[in-house]
């Protein structure tokens, strides 16, 4: 696969993000960073009951658009299904989340790879 550029810094669904981590694979995309903001405390939340706001607060925050440019100008667009992770405990809220792509690509036929409303170049 491809490393994404570290410390790269992203914005999407208007939250503003640092890349801790990134790869390409023909088959999918994963990702870590930190966020800017983080998501209001819902620990004292009963399980089993999530309330509208945290869902939708956990969507902001993971469902992501995804756009890959191919070196012929090909675009793959996609959104991530809201899997991952969340960790609100750090200095700074950590997210991790690993995308499959709607098609096995060549990594080595991507131009750039955009997150939100930011083109991360490669390492």
């Known amino acids: 696969g491809h490393n994404l550029k570290k410390a790269s810094k992203i914005t999407y669904n208007g939250h503003a993000a640092e890349l801790c981590s990134g790869s390409l694979s023909p ?20 399980s089993g009951k999530a309330p509208d706001k945290m869902s939708a607060q956990q969507t902001s925050y993971l469902e992501m ?3 890959l440019t191919m070196v012929d100008g090909q675009v793959i667009k996609f959104k991530s299904n809201g899997g991952g992770v ?7 809220q950590r997210v991790k989340t690993s995308l499959w792509l709607p098609q096995i ?6 131009a750039c790879v955009k997150v939100g409303d930011t083109v991360i170049p490669f390492a």
């Open 27 to 46: 088959v999918a995309l994963s990702l870590e960073f930190t966020t800017d903001d983080r998501m209001d405390d819902f620990s004292n939340v009963p």
């Open 65 to 67: 658009p995804i756009e």
């Open 86 to 92: 969340i960790d609100r405990n750090a200095d700074k």
């Open 105 to 110: 690509i060549d990594v080595n036929d991507v």
